[in-house]
C-alpha cells in the first residue's frame, strides 16, 4: 500500500477488482471490501445505461462497475465531502471520466434540497446501495467517528433510503442492495408497493454455516411474485475464496440472480 494525503486525511491507494481498478480510501471509516465487490458484479458486463452508486464512499462500487462494464454511465452519491473528494479522484486516476460523476449530497434529504444537489431523480436504469447497517440507538457507538457515520443509519433510515433509491430509478429500473440477514423484514416493507420481481441471494461465510449477508434485487413497478435463490458461499473449508467468489473478487464473473 502507498501512504498519501487527501485533504485532512490519511489515505492508501491499493489495487482492486483483481488490479483493474486503483482505490484511494481513508484509513479510517468506511472501507470497502467484498460487499462492494458483489454489489458490483451483479451489472452484466453486456448491460448499457445509467448506474447509480448511492452512498458510494470512495466510489468502490461505481469504479468496479466501470471497470467491466463499459456500456455503463456511472454517478456517485456520496454526503461526506472527504470521500466525496476521494471518489472524485478516484474516477480520474482510472480514467473514467468520460463514464462517471460524483453528486455530493444527502440520499435522504427532502425533494427540494435533492434537487438543488442535481438528484432530479427518475432517470437511473440501475441503483446499486450498499446502506449504513447499524441503527442509532441499537448499537454500540464506534470509536472512530468517520466509521460511525458511514455505518449508522437514523431509526426508520432504512425506508427513507429505499424511497431515494425508488425516486431515482425510471419505471422497470432495478434496485440491488446488500445488508444483514436480520434487516430483511424491514428492507420488505419498505420495497412492498414499490418494487416487484424482489429476489433475495443469502450470502454464507461458509457452505455450512447461516447466511451472513443477503443481497436483495427488486424492480420498480413490477408486480411478479418474490423469489428466495439458493445463495452464494465465499469461502472453502480452509479460508480461500471459492472459485466464483475469486473470480468476482477479480472482476472475472457476473452475479446473476436467476
Known amino acids: 500500500m502507498i501512504a498519501t494525503s487527501h485533504n485532512r486525511l490519511l489515505m492508501t491507494e491499493f489495487n482492486f477488482l483483481g488490479g483493474k481498478i486503483r482505490l484511494q480510501q481513508a484509513e479510517t471509516g468506511h472501507r ?10 451483479t451489472v452484466p458486463a453486456s448491460f448499457t445505461g445509467s448506474v447509480v452508486d448511492a452512498g458510494s464512499a470512495s466510489g468502490a462500487v461505481g469504479l468496479s462497475v466501470a471497470a467491466r462494464v463499459l456500456g455503463s454511465k456511472i454517478t456517485c452519491i456520496e454526503i461526506d465531502p472527504d470521500e466525496a473528494d476521494l471518489a472524485r479522484a478516484n474516477i480520474l486516476a482510472n480514467g473514467f471520466q468520460d463514464r462517471a460523476s460524483v453528486i455530493e449530497a444527502d440520499l435522504m434529504a427532502d425533494f427540494k434540497h435533492r434537487e438543488r444537489a442535481g438528484l432530479t431523480g427518475g432517470e437511473a436504469d440501475w441503483v446499486l446501495t450498499n446502506p449504513p447497517y447499524l441503527t442509532v440507538g441499537k448499537m454500540r457507538a464506534s470509536p472512530d467517528p468517520a466509521r460511525q457515520r458511514a455505518h449508522m443509519m437514523p431509526e426508520e433510515g432504512l425506508d427513507r433510503w429505499i424511497v431515494a433509491c425508488h425516486a431515482l430509478l425510471k419505471p422497470r429500473g432495478r434496485l440491488t442492495l446488500i445488508h444483514r440477514v436480520d434487516a430483511l423484514q424491514e428492507i420488505l416493507e419498505a420495497l412492498s408497493g414499490r418494487f416487484g420481481d424482489v429476489r433475495i441471494l443469502p450470502i454464507y461465510a461458509h457452505a455450512t454455516g447461516t447466511a451472513t449477508r ?10 411478479a411474485p418474490l423469489t428466495l435463490l439458493s445463495g452464494l458461499t465465499l469461502h472453502e ?8 467468489a475469486d473470480a468476482l473478487h477479480k472482476g472475472e464473473a457476473a452475479l446473476n440472480f436467476v
Open 32 to 41: 470497502s471490501g467484498t460487499d462492494a465487490v458483489l454489489l458490483a458484479a
Open 214 to 223: 443477503l443481497m436483495v434485487e427488486a424492480t420498480k413497478g413490477s408486480r
Open 237 to 244: 473449508p480452509d479460508g480461500a475464496f471459492t472459485p466464483l
